[in-house]
């Protein structure tokens, strides 16, 4: 792919309504969406707080004042604002705001395997029963509909009860309870594309249904499925907190948000710090997905954004 | 719906009520599909659960032939087939086994704390309805207004609040530094057991009872998680109602209507709300499932002894039958909330037939 030529600037490269090549047209659409987000301040607030949570994530170890994990019970339960300790201390005198930037790290994790496990799967079992149509397409989506009609809560606690508290399992059991709605999207696509020309232009060509699907309905399925991911993330990282409030996600001492809700439960009353920054951080970090969520459908699904 | 329908004039009455039979049968076979699934996954979940439950049974230092013969009784030396075949037909019974906590039977638990979501639940549904549909229809017809953007944020921060730690603010403010609300639990200490126990939901069993000592403590207990659970339904309706109302309020007749000189306030509740009623129904039934489901954490904050504390505090306990039971039971309730959602729109909405 060649830049502008002399003359040129990027912008008016990236602007042009005459694309040169396929990378070139690309993008160009790709440089119209971020102009449209940029538009979108509320959008623009939410991926300003989640490259914030990236980097703090990144350099925890140089951000953090104090070890996350150095218990110091002289100094247990110091205020907000006390010295040498921003949002205060911990029933174990740990450092609240160091536990909170590490993490940071712990969200984070949680977030990108679900963000990546759950489409995936949801892709498949849609593209599938799709494409292939019948008895395959009835199966599959019947069992859709069995996990869509859960409670998901509930079922992901019975999950990781049977499987065993930790953060891994947390992943899954999330996981397993969030894909079929990526299922549903995906088949909806999948069955409109299929009868499109294009693809009987393929067919005509001798592609076989594996090329069919992963080159010409994945790649059309990725926006929709996006939006949805982003718009899911924030119910992720609430799940996520709640399997840790309720004991059952990452285990202490890990700087897990929810977990670190679960410790200050006890002391709500008389010490309302220690529960309320991690609360803070978890709302914060939800809050930006779905801004940015918001303003992503309204670029990539202008059918659904009504406003 | 596939069935051949004659056009145009009078449909005949017996093909309109055979299409309901038609209807009524695939209903009936979707729910029991959906519940089988749900059975097979809750079995499937009880048996890879790292607890052997013919241990736990018996205890540690029982003899083999005691381990063997309590194995025995509970089926397990059975081929899988054969205990997923007795395990369906005793939920079909409505026995979902012993608890292994208390030696109860699951199901009797399971009907005592149910009354008390049950009455949480529908209290914050009311509020998510009385307060979430004006808000959404006055967001719609105020489109791009302050007004708007108020319901937007209140909506959008309702998304994002993880409940767990909402409530624990709510208690703090509410109940710690203002002491406006009753603390965590049904009733005050002194109050428990005062009424009998009618319908199992405490506010009604007090009226019941003319005990209004009793009904304003429980009322003064239950205020503070039924706003909480009312407040994340509320965000949920008033979106949808929003979204509804604007694609009623873009359609021509309401163009018309304007034209003919009627009143806004006519135009708006007379004819564009009513056409969404049938959507929001639909929409009152899911967000009411999701707060059956939802008022587990909300449970679990303010000692409320409904079926998300049941199930959690049997989980934490590794009472298998009453983590199986109690999933089955939210399960069940939520799939049949789901399909007369789904049901009520397929025979209001004449579109959707």
Avoid at chain 1, 73 to 79: H, K
Avoid at chain 1, 115 to 134: E, F, K
Avoid at chain 2, 41 to 55: E, S, Y
Avoid at chain 2, 121 to 131: E, Y
Wanted: aromatic share 10%; with cysteine.
């Amino acid at each position: 792919m060649a830049g502008p030529t002399t003359g040129q600037t990027w912008r008016g490269w990236l602007m042009t309504d005459t694309p040169t090549s396929r990378n070139h047209a690309r993008a160009s659409a790709f440089y119209h969406g971020w102009l449209m987000l940029r538009a979108n301040h509320m959008a623009m607030i939410g991926l300003g707080i989640l490259v914030l949570l990236l980097l703090v994530a990144a350099f925890a170890p140089i951000l953090s004042p104090h070890d996350p994990f150095v218990q110091d019970l002289a100094g247990r339960l110091q205020p907000p604002l006390s010295e040498g300790h921003i949002l205060g201390t911990d029933s174990l005198g740990r450092d609240i705001l160091s536990r909170l930037i590490y993490g940071s790290r712990i969200t984070l994790y949680i977030v990108t395997l679900v963000a990546l496990i759950a489409p995936i799967a949801g892709l498949l079992v849609g593209t599938i029963a799709g494409y292939a149509g019948g008895w395959a397409d009835a199966i599959l989506m019947r069992l859709t509909d069995i996990f869509l009609a859960f409670p998901r809560l509930v079922l992901a606690l019975a999950f990781v009860a049977a499987l065993g508290a930790g953060i891994e399992n947390a992943v899954l059991a999330i996981s397993l309870t969030a894909w079929p709605p990526y299922a549903r999207i995906a088949r909806a696509e999948t069955l409109t594309i299929r009868s499109s020309d294009y693809i009987s232009a393929v067919k005509l060509q001798g592609a076989g249904p594996l090329r069919i699907i992963t080159k010409h309905i994945w790649p059309l399925c990725i926006s929709s499925l996006i939006v949805r991911v982003t718009l899911d993330m924030a119910g992720v990282i609430l799940a996520a907190a709640g399997l840790g409030f309720l004991g059952l996600g990452a285990q202490p001492p890990s700087p897990e948000w929810g977990a670190m809700i679960s410790e200050g439960r006890k002391f709500i009353l008389d010490h309302w710090w220690v529960a309320t920054m991690p609360g803070l951080a978890i709302f914060t970090v939800s809050l930006a997905f779905n801004l940015l969520g918001d303003g992503l459908r309204d670029v990539l699904d202008p059918k659904e954004g009504a406003g | 719906m596939a069935l051949a329908e004659p056009n145009g004039g009078g449909r005949p009455r017996a093909a309109l009520f055979s299409r309901y039979v038609v209807v009524a049968l695939k209903t009936l076979l979707s729910i029991a599909v959906t519940m089988s699934g749900l059975l097979l996954v809750t079995f499937v979940i009880g048996r890879v659960m790292p607890i052997d439950p013919v241990l736990s049974m018996v205890g540690e230092s029982a003899s083999k032939a005691t381990y063997d013969a309590a194995r025995e009784s509970m089926g397990l030396d059975k081929p899988v087939i054969v205990q997923f075949f007795y395990y369906f037909r005793d939920v079909l019974q409505g026995d979902f086994g012993i608890s292994l906590l208390n030696s109860h039977p699951v199901s009797e638990d399971i009907k005592r704390v149910f009354p008390a979501t049950l009455e949480l639940a529908t209290l914050g549904t009311i509020m998510g309805i009385v307060l979430g549909v004006p808000l959404g229809v006055f967001a719609a017809v105020n489109r791009g207004t302050w007004i708007d953007q108020v319901a937007r944020v209140v909506a959008l921060v309702g998304y994002s609040m993880p409940i767990f730690w909402l409530g624990l603010m709510g208690l703090l403010v509410f109940y710690g530094i203002l002491g406006w609300v009753g603390g965590p639990g049904r009733v005050g200490i002194f109050y428990v057991d005062l009424v009998p126990s009618v319908t199992g939901m405490i506010l009604i069993d007090s009226l019941l009872d003319r005990n209004w000592t009793v009904f304003k403590d429980a009322f003064s207990h239950i205020i503070l998680p039924a706003s909480l659970l009312g407040y994340y339904s509320l965000a949920y309706i008033s979106r949808m109602t929003r979204s509804f109302m604007l694609e009623q309020l873009s359609a021509e007749y309401i163009t018309t209507a304007r034209v003919k000189g009627l009143p806004e306030r006519t135009v708006i509740w007379r004819h564009a709300f009513r056409n969404i009623r049938v959507q929001l129904i639909t929409v009152i039934a899911l967000s009411y499932a999701n707060l059956l489901e939802g008022s587990v954490l909300t449970e679990i904050i303010f000692s409320w002894p409904g079926i998300g504390s049941y199930i959690t505090t049997a989980l934490l306990s590794a009472d298998m039958n009453a983590v199986m039971g109690g999933t089955v039971v939210v399960g069940l309730i939520f799939v049949l909330l789901n399909i007369f959602s789904d049901l009520l729109y397929k025979v209001f909405d004449p579109r959707a037939r």
